[in-house]
């Protein structure tokens, strides 16, 4: 048993990928990710990893110090799942809950790629559903929201993607000049908990009962069956 520690845990089902990711929230130090890449297994999977992990690193519930938990835009069912849980768990007051902004937290791990001397700024492309995607962008020089997330379609994001740009996501816009920074294509989430940490340091949490999923479109509901 590991005494006296204080870990942040990730949570990240907002896209295909269902994880989770521990740190130190002292130092922040890596401990652990887990990743699940089969889709639609998020509500299935997600408690199992966690308790997979916790015991892996022989660690309690009472080790955890905070929640970090990627709040969307997304999969309107992942974001549901990943943003209830958090909230279950603190609900006693005893967990911090920090509810990560998806975007802030991709932008954050793509600063180290980035030359802020040519590039100017970073859009981030989501794939919604259908012909649909979130999108935002941020100034490169000072980390600030140049647009709210948005629902957009295809020919909405490429429009006014110059060489001044730098794109990351999941979606490949080939009739622009913007430039592609493989490195991200997804958030992870080693992503959220490294911007989870900085809003621990920063005091940024939320409350169980005021914790929101981050949804930024209209739910459409599918037939099953139905391409989406």
């Keep these: ?9 990730a949570i990240e089902t907002v ?3 269902c994880g989770i990711a521990i740190i130190d929230a002292k130092n922040g130090n ?3 990710e887990y990743l699940i890449h089969v889709p639609n297994m998020h509500d299935a999977m997600l408690a199992e990893l966690i308790r997979r992990a ?3 690193l022989q660690i309690q519930p009472e080790h955890i110090q905070a929640i970090a938990v990627s709040e969307g835009p997304g999969s309107f069912t992942g974001v549901r799942i990943g943003m209830s849980f958090a909230k279950g768990w603190c609900a006693d007051g005893k967990t911090a809950l920090i509810s990560v902004p998806t975007f802030h937290a991709m932008f954050y791990a793509a600063k180290d790629f980035l030359n802020i001397e040519s590039d100017s700024s970073l859009s981030i492309i989501m794939k919604s559903h259908a012909d649909s995607y979130f999108m935002q962008t941020f100034d490169i020089a000072t980390g600030k929201e140049k647009t709210a997330i948005a629902s957009v379609s295809f020919e909405q994001a490429a429009k006014g993607l110059d060489d001044s740009h730098v ?3 999941d979606i490949h816009i080939s009739d622009c000049n913007a430039r592609r920074l493989h490195h991200i294509s997804a958030s992870h989430p080693t992503f959220i908990a490294k911007y989870g940490l900085k809003m621990l340091q920063e005091e940024n949490f ?3 009962h005021d914790a929101d999923p981050g949804y930024h479109a209209e739910f459409i ?3 099953k069956g139905q391409k989406s």
């Design 206 to 208: 939320v409350s169980p």
């Design 1 to 9: 048993m590991i005494q006296n520690s204080s870990y942040l845990l």
């Design 30 to 32: 890596p401990q652990l």
């Design 167 to 169: 794109l990351i996501g």
């Design 221 to 223: 509901p599918t037939i």
């Design 54 to 56: 916790m015991n892996d």
């Design 15 to 17: 896209g295909k990928v």
